[in-house]
T-cell receptor
Framework: ETGVTQSPTHLIKTRGQQVTLRCSSQSGHNTVSWYQQALGQGPQFIFQYYREEENGRGNFPPRFSGLQFPNYSSELNVNALELDDSALYLC?????????????FGPGTRLLVL | GQQVMQIPQYQHVQEGEDFTTYCNSSTTLSNIQWYKQRPGGHPVFLIQLVKSGEVKKQKRLTFQFGEAKKNSSLHITATQTTDVGTYFCADQTGANNLFFGTGTRLTVIP
């Protein structure tokens, strides 16, 4: 597989709660990107981290935040969960940020907000 | 804003038939990448196209980038049941961010 792992695989939360999703990138991959994939749609870019700094952000509100750690792991935090946050959350790692770099996706975390 | 549409949205084919999905952008595409996502799975990188008019082949799969870099296509010859899944094109924008198309879900009937 891709060498990218995510935890947990599934999660159920209630509206208003907070959630932390985790990703472990391939060793040596300094870039991690997070995507949200709603049912039946394509993944949407949330944000990207490069060497522990945010390096770009999609059209998501500030209650979506992230962290990247020196050991190639990262987190996606979502505060004040809403029903529409129910989705598959994917992380993808790549060696750098240059054009043409392949992104390697993890298996995703399926979040259900009730 | 940018829109990347794929047609058709769904396609059912008999095993052995050919399949094509088209990716059309409202703006000029930077680099186009194609991904396959099996049901219940995650996107898996297939290929990247960079140059205008570029054509690449992977066994039964043929990928094409339009001359104006506003469209791309994926053609599968003689589909097999292992080809089942959703095929996404994605524009690689900015610092290696991916803007995904709407996807085409392929069903192959044995």
């Amino acid at each position: 597989e891709t060498g990218v792992t995510q935890s947990p695989t599934h999660l159920i939360k209630t509206r208003g709660q907070q959630v932390t999703l985790r990703c472990s990138s391939q060793s040596g991959h300094n870039t991690v990107s997070w995507y949200q994939q709603a049912l039946g749609q394509g993944p949407q870019f949330i944000f990207q981290y490069y060497r522990e700094e945010e390096n770009g952000r999609g059209n998501f509100p500030p209650r979506f935040s992230g962290l990247q750690f020196p050991n190639y792991s990262s987190e996606l935090n979502v505060n004040a969960l809403e029903l529409d946050d129910s989705a598959l959350y994917l992380c993808a790692s790549s060696p750098g940020t240059g054009p043409g770099e392949t992104q390697y996706f993890g298996p995703g975390t399926r979040l259900l907000v009730l | 804003g940018q829109q990347v549409m794929q047609i058709p949205q769904y396609q059912h084919v008999q095993e052995g038939e050919d399949f094509t999905t088209y990716c059309n952008s409202s703006t000029t595409l930077s680099n186009i990448q194609w991904y396959k996502q099996r049901p219940g799975g995650h996107p898996v990188f297939l290929i990247q196209l960079v140059k205008s008019g570029e054509v690449k082949k992977q066994k039964r799969l043929t990928f094409q980038f339009g001359e104006a870099k506003k469209n791309s296509s994926l053609h599968i010859t003689a589909t097999q049941t292992t080809d089942v899944g959703t095929y996404f094109c994605a524009d690689q924008t900015g610092a290696n961010n991916l803007f995904f198309g709407t996807g085409t879900r392929l069903t192959v009937i044995p």
